[in-house]
């Protein structure tokens, strides 16, 4: 196929799926997003409470230092 042939034969897809327009059932678009009433709107009823890791905050505060950089620490090569 020609280059031509090519490029208005995607044009011509292009188009197609662009003004598409498929019928839809609006009924059963409500019914899948609201879903059965009945059952819990949650999987999970209660979300688990998160751990306390207030004792973990400064554990190692007291050994290392605040600097960054470990330029002390290098060897002279």
Not at 3 to 20: D, L, V
Not at 33 to 40: A, E, K, V
Not at 48 to 57: G, L
Request: proline share 8%; aromatic share 10%; no cysteine.
């Amino acid at each position: 196929m020609g280059r031509g042939r090519q490029k208005a034969k995607a044009t011509k897809q292009a188009r197609e799926m662009k003004y598409f327009t498929p019928a839809t059932d609006y009924s059963a678009l409500q019914r899948e997003l609201s879903g059965p009433t009945s059952r819990p709107s949650s999987r999970y009823p209660e979300e688990p409470a998160e751990p306390d890791y207030s004792a973990y905050e400064d554990k190692y505060a007291d050994q290392f230092g605040d600097d960054d950089d470990d330029e002390g620490n290098r060897r002279a090569g």
